[in-house]
C-alpha cells in the first residue's frame, strides 16, 4: 500500500499543462516585482484580460486531483517558473521545458516523455503558436488526455486554435501576476469573469467565454483582503524572539483570511546547527493535531454516512471490550475527552528485551525507529490489554487523555475496515490535493524535507527525523489516533479551509455543513471542548487560544510545537508549525507565548486594516 500514496513518484497519474506564465508574491516568501497595493491592482487588471474558452465540458476548474498527475510544458513563456510555482501548491505538477524537444529531439519525444500523464497543461505564447508541431502535440495529446492551454499573447494567434477543442485561458496581459492569476484559475484559485471583448475568428467571437467560480485557496498578498503589509512585520519580530531565546530551531507561519493565503513565511533552520533553512514546504511532526486532522475527521465521515453513532458505546463496535469498563463509554464521551480514562499508558517503560530487534523480520516486523523494530503482536498483546485494563478515574469529568483517540482509531478502523492512514489518505489528503500530508513520511519524502524532532536518548536511541516522536505512536508503528500524522503548513491550510468553508473544497463536498457545525461548536458542559476540536477558552485569563480570537475559534495544539486554528467570524485560517522539542523538550515556546502572540499579530493587523 505504501505505493499507493507516493504522490512524490510521477509516474502514478499525470495532468500535463501548457502555460506561459510565472508567479511570485507574498505567500510564496519570495520577492515579487508587485508588492502590497500595487499587486492587487495589477492582479485586477490580469482579471479583466484573462477569458477561459472551449470549456463547455467544465475541465475547468480542475476537479479529482487525487486521480491526476499533473505535467507543466512551457516553450518560450518567461515566467513559467513562477506559474509552476504556483501550480504545485494545488497538486503536484512536474515540469518540463518544450524548447527542449523543438530542436535536436522532436515533439514524439515529448509525447513519450510524459506519457504517463493524464492530463496536460501547455504554456503557450504567439511566438509559440508560429510552430506548427506544437499545435500538433496539442491535438494529438487531446484525443487520449485532458489538455489545458495557457495561452499568453493578445489573440492574434487564436485563430491557429479554431480546431482546437482544449480549454483555452486566454491572457493578454504578460506579467508576472498574470502567470500567477492563470495557474491559479485552472485550479479554482480564482473566478474567471470575463469574455472576449472582440471577435477573433469565426470560432472565437465577442461576447464569448466561459465563468467560473473560486473553489480553493488562492495566494496572494495581505493587501487583497484589506491589510497592509507592513501590519504584519510583527509576525518577524516574534518568531525570530522564538528562535533567539531556543524555543525552537525554526518555524513556518501561514494565515489565510477570506479563502485567501496572505501569509506563509518560513524562519530559522531545521536544527540549531543551522544545516538547513527550514522551507515554506517543510514536512513536521504535527503531534496532537493528528487527532483532529485525521481521527476526528474520519469520525466525522462515518458518523455522517450513519456507520458511527456518537451515541453507541465502545463495546457496540469492540466486543474484547464488553467484559472491561470500557464496554458502556459512548463515543462521544471519548470525543470530548470526558470518560474518565487516565491520560496515557506506559509505553517504552514496559518494553522487555526479547520485545525489540535490530533487523526487521517477520518476527519484528514493526518498524518504530531506525534500527528498532517490534516484535509481532505487541499492540495486541500488551498496549491494547493495557488500554482495556486501565482504570477509569474521572468519568463525566474533563481529563485530556491520549487513549481517547488510540480507542477512536480502533473504533474507526473496526468500521471502515481499513487502516487510518490509509482511510484519510484516500478519501482526504488525495482528494483534497494535500501533497505532503500523511502518516511515515520517511517512506514517500528526503530527510531533508522533513524537520527533526527531539533526539531521544532514552526510547529510540537516534535523532526523530521522519519518525513520529510520540511514544505511544512510535510502538504503533507511525499510526496512531493520538499522534502520528505529517504534513507542511499549505496542506493544513487546504484542509482547515475546507472546515471553514463547512465542508466544501475544490468543487466537492466532503461533509455536509451541519456536520461540521456539529463537531466544531462547543459540546461540553464541563469544558470548552467540541467533538475531538479544541475550542476557545471563555475565561478571560487564560486567552486561549488567544487574546483577540473569537469565540467560535476551534482547532487544536501539538506537543512538538504545533498551532492550528480556524476562526470562522474572521474568516481566517492561522498555522504555526516547529519542532520546539529539538534536540531537547523546553518550554519557552509556551512561556513566551509565541504562538498566542503571532496570532494576535494577525489579529491586530485585521484590525488596523490597510
Known amino acids: 500500500m505504501e505505493k499507493k500514496y507516493m504522490r512524490k513518484n510521477k509516474w502514478r497519474f499525470c495532468v500535463l499543462i501548457l502555460s506561459g506564465f510565472v508567479l511570485v508574491h507574498s505567500a510564496c516568501a519570495q520577492n515579487p516585482p508587485f508588492t502590497g497595493q500595487a499587486y492587487v491592482n495589477e492582479e485586477k487588471a490580469v482579471e479583466k484580460a484573462t477569458i477561459l474558452l472551449n470549456n463547455g465540458q467544465g475541465l475547468i476548474p480542475l476537479k479529482a486531483l487525487g486521480q491526476l498527475n499533473v505535467a507543466s510544458i512551457h516553450f518560450s ?12 501548491k494545488y497538486t503536484k505538477v512536474d515540469s518540463f521545458n518544450g524548447m527542449d524537444y523543438v530542436g535536436i529531439k522532436s515533439p514524439d519525444v515529448l509525447d513519450f516523455d510524459t506519457k504517463l500523464y493524464n492530463t496536460l497543461i501547455v504554456q503557450l505564447t504567439d511566438a509559440d503558436m508560429a510552430n506548427p508541431q506544437i499545435v ?26 479554431d480546431n482546437v477543442t482544449a480549454p483555452i485561458i486566454m491572457s493578454q496581459r504578460s506579467s508576472p501576476v498574470s502567470a500567477y492569476f492563470s495557474a491559479q484559475a485552472i485550479f479554482g484559485g480564482i473566478a474567471i469573469t470575463q469574455n472576449l471583448s472582440k471577435t477573433f475568428s469565426q470560432k472565437y467571437r465577442a461576447n464569448t467565454g466561459f465563468i467560473t467560480t473560486k473553489t480553493r485557496l488562492q495566494y496572494t498578498v ?122 496515557d499508558i506506559q509505553t517504552y517503560e514496559k518494553l522487555k528485551p526479547t520485545d525489540i530487534s535490530i533487523d526487521s523480520s517477520a518476527a519484528y516486523p514493526t ?15 500488551v498496549m491494547w490489554a493495557d488500554m482495556l485494563d486501565s482504570p477509569l478515574k474521572t468519568r463525566g469529568q474533563y481529563v485530556y487523555s491520549d487513549l481517547s483517540m488510540c480507542f477512536m482509531k480502533e473504533i474507526d478502523e473496526t468500521v471502515t475496515a481499513t487502516p487510518l492512514n490509509e482511510y484519510t ?13 500523511g502518516f511515515l513520511p520517511y517512506k514517500r519524502f528526503p530527510q531533508s524535507q522533513i524537520v527533526p524532532t527531539e533526539y531521544d ?27 502520528g500524522l505529517f504534513s507542511s503548513a499549505n496542506d493544513l491550510a487546504i484542509l482547515y479551509q475546507m472546515l471553514l468553508n463547512r465542508g466544501t473544497y475544490g468543487g466537492d463536498e466532503y461533509f455536509k455543513p451541519e456536520t461540521v457545525d456539529l463537531y466544531t461548536a462547543k459540546q461540553s458542559d464541563v469544558s470548552r471542548r467540541g467533538i475531538g476540536f479544541d475550542r476557545w477558552d471563555p475565561l478571560a485569563d487564560h486567552h486561549y487560544p488567544s487574546k483577540l480570537a473569537s469565540p467560535k475559534t476551534f482547532g487544536h495544539t501539538g506537543y512538538t510545537g504545533i498551532g492550528v486554528w480556524v476562526d470562522p467570524v474572521y474568516n481566517l485560517v492561522y498555522i504555526f508549525l516547529s ?8 518550554d519557552q515556546l509556551s512561556s513566551l507565548n509565541i504562538r498566542p502572540r ?11 486594516g490597510l
Open 77 to 88: 513563456y518567461p515566467y513559467a517558473t513562477g506559474f509552476d510555482s504556483l501550480a504545485n
Open 136 to 161: 500538433g502535440f496539442i491535438n494529438t495529446n487531446r484525443r487520449s488526455k485532458n489538455v489545458i492551454i495557457a495561452y499568453f499573447g493578445d489573440g492574434s494567434s487564436l485563430p491557429k486554435l
Open 222 to 343: 495581505p493587501e487583497e483582503v484589506g491589510i497592509n503589509s507592513k501590519n504584519l512585520n510583527d509576525i518577524d519580530n516574534i518568531a525570530y524572539e522564538a528562535i533567539r531565546n531556543q524555543a525552537t530551531p525554526g518555524c513556518v507561519v501561514l494565515v489565510a483570511k477570506d479563502g485567501k493565503v496572505i501569509f506563509n513565511k518560513a524562519y530559522g533552520y531545521h536544527t540549531y546547527d543551522k544545516a538547513i533553512p527550514d522551507k515554506i514546504t517543510d514536512i513536521f511532526d504535527l503531534a496532537s493535531v493528528t487527532k483532529i486532522s485525521a481521527t476526528t475527521i474520519e469520525t466525522m465521515r462515518l458518523t455522517e454516512e450513519g456507520r458511527l453513532n456518537l451515541d453507541s458505546t465502545i463495546g457496540t463496535y469492540i466486543p474484547m471490550a464488553r467484559k472491561t469498563n470500557k464496554n458502556d463509554i459512548r463515543i462521544r464521551e471519548l470525543m470530548e475527552h470526558q470518560a474518565g480514562l487516565i491520560p
Open 367 to 381: 518498524k518504530v525507529a531506525l534500527h528498532f523494530y517490534l516484535r509481532k503482536n505487541y499492540f495486541k498483546d
Open 425 to 437: 489518505q484516500e478519501n482526504f489528503y488525495d482528494p483534497l490535493g494535500m501533497q505532503t500530508a
Open 457 to 483: 536518548e532514552v526510547f529510540r536511541h537516534s535523532l526523530l527525523d521522519g519518525y513520529v516522536h510520540d511514544p505511544t505512536a512510535a510502538l504503533l508503528g507511525g499510526v496512531s489516533g493520538n499522534a
Open 579 to 586: 519542532n520546539r522539542v529539538n534536540p531537547k523538550v523546553t
Open 598 to 608: 503571532i496570532q494576535d499579530a494577525v489579529y491586530e493587523a485585521i484590525q488596523k
